[in-house]
């Protein structure tokens, strides 16, 4: 049986995860509005990567729930 904190901890990092893919986005686009397009495709590159760890979480919790 798995922890109530640990979930708790899981669902604030997706959370956390989640406000930084969105962060990251707003400034690619800005980047991108200021022409700096390198940089942008850094960032919207982030984005890309918080939404995959923000999946990984979110497909973890669901398989330890179906496990109970």
């Keep these: 049986m798995e922890d109530q904190g640990l979930r708790t901890y899981r669902r ?3 959370g956390f995860v989640l406000v930084g893919a969105l962060i ?11 022409g700096l397009v390198f ?3 850094l960032a919207l590159l982030a984005v890309g990567f918080f939404v995959l760890l923000a999946h990984g979480y979110r497909q ?5 729930g179906r496990r109970r």
């Design 12 to 14: 604030a990092v997706t």
């Design 24 to 34: 990251a986005a707003v400034v690619g686009g800005g980047l991108l509005w200021r």
């Design 39 to 41: 940089e942008a495709v």
């Design 60 to 64: 973890d919790e669901e398989e330890r």
